[in-house]
């Protein structure tokens, strides 16, 4: 319970695992009510952070429980839901189903961003007035360049590849860090591995999942099973923590399919967090340096789902002159969630300045992650507390190091110390 967000929060016995369990059971056995306010409100408040099954000394699986209990009150509810709200739900859903509506309206929103209408609309209190403030605040810079998988392939750098990685491009990530997908690929280069970014790839259907709608997600899923396999590529890479942890379920989410379930728990024994793949293969050792303090927060689906914590520290330990400060509740969720921020606002926001908090009492200059819904949240909540610290990907500091590396200084200084010596 401790583990739980939401229960440190409120410290309320439903608002925990133990109590949620509590009572999808007593819906199970009819005590309650599948649509009861109380049932629905504590399903949606979860984060669904898996930080209670990384601790659970009896090993539930936890997420197995809560993602169908959202389903069938989808399922439940759906006839009943107002037109807009059906409406504002099909449209989001469909923003991550068709890739190309992703790209189109984070272009509209571009425009918005870099034309003055943004300031306009700040300025004039015409978000204000219409009730759009905190979403507009939470929408995130659109990248000048959007990353696309189209086919490309990008070579090993200085000799023979270890390994060949299939790029996961992502939702939100190839419209909104499209730097942090060209820093990963030439990471990977500098890791010896041959990349690919095949263009049937889509969205991990992480998104549908846990918003109940596990149809949708398993046909995302066998677009990118089908594309994988096609590619050759050794490795299906992931530079996003939720996307890794969907990607990596989807033998579970097959299990009971017969014409799917052996494929997908082959492709998801062969997914990678790029931080994870960098650990395992080895990085190149030509790093420069990089004199920042940095602290570490852990995206839940990386620590708790994918039960990665040390790779990512040991990458940026590995970079000269970096002072890796930890924090407080590195572990515990920020409050992004993948839409929580949408669904459970007040939560979200309580949670995201209890982060900023721990953040601060370290002073770093710099926040490092791996999710882009945490980098969303901890730079939103560190700029409304007024706290000029950067947000980053950890591939972002491995590739700023390589762009640093000197091979005459560093020579240089081998010299020197030979001749001390």
């Not at 009861?36 to 898996?50: A, I, Y």
């Not at 992931?238 to 399919?257: H, I, M, P, Q, R």
């Not at 650990?279 to 995206?299: A, F, H, K, N």
């Amino acid at each position: 319970m401790p583990t739980c967000p939401t229960y440190v929060e409120t410290l309320i016995e439903t608002s925990s695992p133990r109590g949620r369990i509590a009572l999808i059971k007593a819906v199970d056995e009819g005590r309650l009510d599948l649509t009861s306010p109380g049932f629905m409100h504590q399903m949606s408040e979860c984060l669904d952070c898996r930080a209670c099954e990384a601790v659970c000394p009896s090993g539930v699986a936890y997420g197995r429980l809560l993602e169908p209990a959202r389903t069938q009150i989808e399922r439940a509810t759906k006839a009943e839901q107002p037109p807009g709200a059906r409406l504002r739900r099909a449209f989001g859903l469909g923003l991550f189903a068709h890739l190309w509506r992703m790209r189109f309206v984070a272009a509209l929103l571009r425009f918005y961003q870099r034309s003055g209408l943004q300031r306009f609309a700040r300025s004039s209190g015409l978000l204000r007035a219409l009730g759009l403030g905190g979403l507009e605040a939470m929408a995130p810079a659109i990248s000048p360049k959007f990353f696309v998988p189209r086919g490309q392939r990008w070579a090993a750098s200085g000799g023979p590849a270890k390994t060949t990685a299939f790029m996961h491009a992502g939702c939100v990530m190839q419209v909104a860090f499209a730097e942090v997908n060209e820093a990963t690929v030439r990471v990977l280069q500098r890791a010896a591995c041959d990349v690919v970014a095949p263009a049937a790839q889509g969205c991990c259907g992480a998104i549908a999942i846990h918003a109940g709608d596990m149809e949708r997600g398993r046909e995302l899923a066998k677009h990118n099973i089908a594309a994988f396999e096609e590619s050759g590529a050794d490795v299906y890479v992931v530079n996003a923590a939720g996307c890794g942890s969907a990607l990596k379920e989807y033998g579970e989410l097959f299990a009971e399919d017969e014409h799917w379930a052996t494929r997908a728990a082959a492709f998801s024994g062969r997914v990678r967090d790029v931080t994870e793949l960098l650990d395992e293969i080895g990085i190149s050792p030509e790093l420069g340096p990089l004199e920042v303090v940095v602290t570490y927060q852990e995206p839940c689906h990386l620590a708790h789902a994918q039960r990665i914590t040390e790779a990512p520290r040991r990458l940026l330990c590995s970079i000269p002159g970096l002072v890796l400060r930890e924090m407080d509740e590195s572990s515990l969720c920020c409050g992004s969630a993948g839409i929580y921020n949408l669904t459970q606002p007040e939560m979200a926001q309580r949670l995201g300045q209890r982060k900023v908090e721990k953040i601060a009492a370290v002073r770093p200059q710099i926040v490092a992650t791996a999710n882009p819904g945490c980098a969303l949240q901890l730079a939103n909540g560190l700029r409304a507390a007024g706290h000029a610290i950067a947000v980053k990907h950890v591939v972002e500091l491995l590739d700023e190091s390589y762009a640093a590396y000197k091979p005459t200084s560093r020579a240089s200084s081998a010299n020197a110390a030979s001749t001390l010596g």
